[in-house]
């Protein structure tokens, strides 16, 4: 199917990701606006999002991101991408109210929430799932560009196991158009600010190994990014390398958000299904790439954790036997 032939009668439409927007989100988001504001000039297209990280720079018309919500539009048709609508923040009563509502996604743990509903695990990331959906010859660089930081940023350039052959091969078509695809995944989704490599550092200096040195968990408290003066954004990839210590199966990164509140992201090698762990807490994600949001001390968080990843690193143990 082609997106256009769902939209192709809206005279509005809006678009909208998930809180604390990601690559992948934000990839999809803008390469899906850019696409429809291309094909329906006469159509009015809004994209509501939290302010992504400056990073995203690079994508054309990130100006145009809302972050203001209005309290009484309609929306014809109203996209979710790479999430259900819980987790579209104060976008959600907007979703809600659009005549026609499209959830596209590739998370496993989502189920749907619109009237048309396009989730397909295998795909490697939303983006590759909205490539799919485009005709290749209305796609110009600026949206290849969008697509190819989306796909970068879930596949973690490409060395994830959610990469398939397919993956390559939308990447190889993208590359085809004239951006620097190098820089890109460059200043996106290498290069780190100074205080970004100081938070990092600490970060994997007071990690813990734990149970057999198999499982690596670090936590970061509101006091030390108030130290740093850094947020949520600024502690992208401290879970990546957490996992790429030797002998580790699982890598688990907190950070604080509130009383007694952590975001959590998790990591595996393969061993353990970090997303069936993260359902387990009403969160969500890939087999190797996983988070939820948890209430508790961190300790206890850790205990409850441990005791879902310690059940599947059994189960593998016993299957290598």
Do not use: W
């Amino acid at each position: 199917m082609r997106i256009i032939d769902e939209v192709r009668n809206a005279k509005t439409i809006a678009i909208s990701g998930h809180v604390r927007p990601d690559g992948d989100c934000v990839g999809s988001v803008m390469g899906l606006y850019l696409y429809l504001t291309k094909e329906l000039p006469q159509a009015q297209i809004d994209v509501y999002l939290e302010q992504p990280s400056a990073i995203y720079g690079c994508i054309s018309h990130m100006e145009d991101i809302r972050s203001d919500i209005p309290a009484d539009k309609v929306y014809d048709v109203y996209f979710a991408l790479d999430c259900n609508d819980e987790r579209l923040g104060g976008a959600l009563e907007l979703y809600q109210k659009a005549a026609k509502r499209i959830n596209i996604d590739h998370h496993i743990s989502n189920t749907g929430c619109g009237d048309l509903n396009i989730i397909e695990p295998q795909r490697s990331s939303t983006s590759e799932l909205i490539y799919d959906l485009m005709d290749p010859a209305k796609i110009d660089a600026e949206i290849a560009k969008a697509i190819y930081l989306g796909i970068v940023h879930d596949t973690g350039v490409f060395k994830y196991s959610n990469t398939s052959p397919h993956t390559l091969q939308v990447a190889a078509q993208l590359i085809q158009y004239e951006f620097d695809f190098s820089e890109l995944v460059e200043k996106t989704f290498y290069e780190k600010t100074y205080v970004q490599t100081q938070i990092m550092g600490r970060a994997v200096l007071e990690s813990m190994r734990f149970m057999g040195d198999k499982c690596i968990v670090s936590v970061v408290s509101r006091r030390m990014m108030e130290f740093y003066q850094v947020g949520p954004k600024d502690l992208d990839g401290i879970v990546n390398q957490l996992l790429a210590v030797s002998g580790v199966e699982c890598a688990i990164f907190m950070y604080e958000t509130g009383t007694l509140e952590y975001k959590v992201s998790m990591r595996s090698k393969g061993k353990v299904d970090v997303a069936a762990v993260a359902v387990k807490f009403g969160g969500g994600g890939h087999v190797r790439a996983a988070g939820c949001t948890m209430n508790g001390t961190y300790h206890d968080n850790i205990n409850n954790l441990s005791v879902e990843i310690e059940e599947q690193l059994e189960k593998a143990a016993e299957q290598q036997e």
